[in-house]
């Protein structure tokens, strides 16, 4: 599922195509996942793109936005033809001709219209962006799930938002502490590696436009961060030890025993 990086990559990539633009009208193709009021609010101007956890929002003048969720396969392509892919959901077209197109392979991922009151009542449900939270803020909200083991208070999108399986494993391998550490157990020196982590693998994983596995690809292509992935879907960490394979809340989670405690 494409996370923080991967939906940043994305924000920054429709910016340079969207913004300002006139959208002419929309076309549902797959009217499961695509609200069916979209092609009612067009022609419109997009006047804002942004992301907020794992969600793009396209601001819409007159006044509505876009609440878009990629989900497993979800993603975008800015095309010069009128030729689409086979799993097009929704197609927008543009003042210069072009077209973007909204892609589902596995139709877990929406576009929803919505007014500024529900989209407000949509993000309260959303913890702080990990990015932008200060330290002081991010452990007082670690610490009111001291019993939970860290990757999964990392993925929970109401104490923090838009980190997902890959990047709640890297978090962990740089801040040396295995996942399944509960709260309660870390000190006061892990915490604060916990947090620096999780600014340097997002980061980092931004400036190389996320992470492509199987499905995800950006506007422009697939990402880059997969080259320097060390414990998601790996054998051995970096310093070349056998990692070891567990399950936590129905997902598989690796770590190394030798470089986290």
């Known amino acids: 599922m494409p996370e923080l990086p991967e939906v940043e990559t994305m924000v920054c990539q429709l910016q340079k195509s969207l913004a300002n633009r006139k959208i002419l009208k929309a076309k549902i193709i797959d009217h499961k996942i695509i609200d069916p009021r979209l092609p009612a609010l067009f022609p419109a101007t997009v ?13 819409l003048q007159p006044k509505y936005y876009l609440y878009i969720h990629l989900r497993m396969t979800g993603h975008f392509h800015h095309l ?20 973007l197109t909204y892609n589902e392979i596995r139709r877990f991922g929406f576009i929803k219209v919505m007014t500024e009151r529900q989209l407000e009542q949509e993000l309260a449900k959303l913890g702080p962006e990990p990015l932008s939270v200060p330290e002081k803020e991010f452990l007082s909200l670690l610490q009111k799930k001291p019993a939970s083991p860290i990757k999964t208070v990392l993925m929970d999108q109401m104490v923090i938002t838009g980190i997902g399986n890959i990047y ?33 693998v997002l980061r980092k994983a931004i400036k190389y436009c996320g992470t492509t596995i199987q499905n995800y690809s950006h506007l422009e292509g697939s990402g880059g961060f997969q080259k320097f992935l060390t414990v998601y879907q790996q054998e051995r960490c970096p310093k070349n030890h056998t990692l070891k394979q567990i399950k936590q809340g129905g997902r598989g989670t690796s770590y190394c025993p030798t470089c986290q405690r």
């Open 80 to 99: 010069r033809t009128s030729t689409l892919e086979k799993y097009t959901a929704a197609v927008f077209y543009l003042d210069d001709g072009s077209l």
């Open 47 to 59: 006047k804002e793109i942004r992301r907020r956890g794992k969600a793009i929002i396209i601001e």
């Open 168 to 200: 709640a494993q890297e978090i962990c391998y740089y801040a040396r502490v295995r996942p399944q550490r509960r709260i309660r157990s870390l000190s006061s020196a892990e915490l604060h590696r916990l947090y620096l982590a999780m600014e340097s």
